[in-house]
């Protein structure tokens, strides 16, 4: 197989074949698949031909504007070498447990413009060479304990999480994020700001909390930002 990119932006496609279609893609590089009608992404559909031991060549994978609300467990499973992921501007609603297992190269994840309420605890597992994360623009209600756990290597210049629907933020939510300069909370819902919420932001130089409902904030809310 010598094919190294394939172009599927702008078509109809709502249903991906894991059993035919990628199968035999082996040295695909990059792949398109925006502006489609996907409305999930399903268990191993990247499963090689080689079996469930062997990876995908896969360095670039274009999935905006679709329909995505569902990504099964173990989706990305076979994409060990994917470096830039794009999921925007579909339908997503709940960042299940390990839902990125599997994409140890991972680098780069836009999840902008989804309808995303909910991160659960370690979301994000196995992503521990991830630079760069986005989640602007969705509807986050709710920022668990260790919902940003083994993103050490995350760099955003800013990490955006304004103008969405955060009413509460719990202790240790943002340990992980060691290298992110800017966080963005502003134009939410919050009333209150816990103690250690920011725990573990060792380089975090901006923090803005403007323009939301905050009445209290506990002694310790900013313990290790000084």
Do not use: C
């Not at 599997?102 to 680098?107: D, H, I, R, W």
């Not at 902008?112 to 909910?118: D, Q």
């Not at 509807?139 to 800013?158: A, G, H, P, Q, R």
């Amino acid at each position: 197989q010598s094919l190294e990119e394939l172009f599927l932006n702008e078509n109809k496609l709502e249903n991906i074949d894991s059993y035919s279609l990628f199968t035999n893609l082996t040295q695909v590089k990059i792949l398109y698949l925006n502006w489609n009608y996907l409305s999930s992404i399903k268990s191993k559909i990247f499963r090689s031909i080689h079996g469930d031991n062997s990876s995908f060549l896969i360095e670039s994978l274009f999935l905006s504007q679709n329909f995505i609300e569902i990504i099964e467990s173990n989706a990305f499973i076979h994409l060990r070498n994917l470096i830039k992921l794009y999921l925007q501007n579909n339908s997503i609603k709940i960042l299940y447990q390990s839902i990125f297992y599997g994409m140890f190269s991972l680098k780069y994840l836009s999840l902008s413009t989804n309808y995303i309420v909910k991160i659960e605890k370690n979301a994000f597992y196995s992503l521990s060479y991830l630079e760069y994360l986005y989640l602007d623009d969705n509807l986050l209600e709710n920022i668990e304990t260790y919902s940003f756990n083994d993103l050490n290597k995350v760099i955003n210049n800013k990490m955006l999480l304004s103008h969405q629907y955060i009413s509460n933020v719990d202790s240790y939510s943002f340990n992980g994020l060691l290298n992110v300069p800017i966080l963005d909370l502003s134009f939410n819902n919050l009333v209150s700001i816990k103690n250690f919420t920011f725990h573990g932001m060792f380089t975090l130089l901006e923090l803005i909390l403007e323009f939301n409902f905050i009445r209290e904030i506990d002694t310790n809310a900013l313990n290790g930002l000084f």
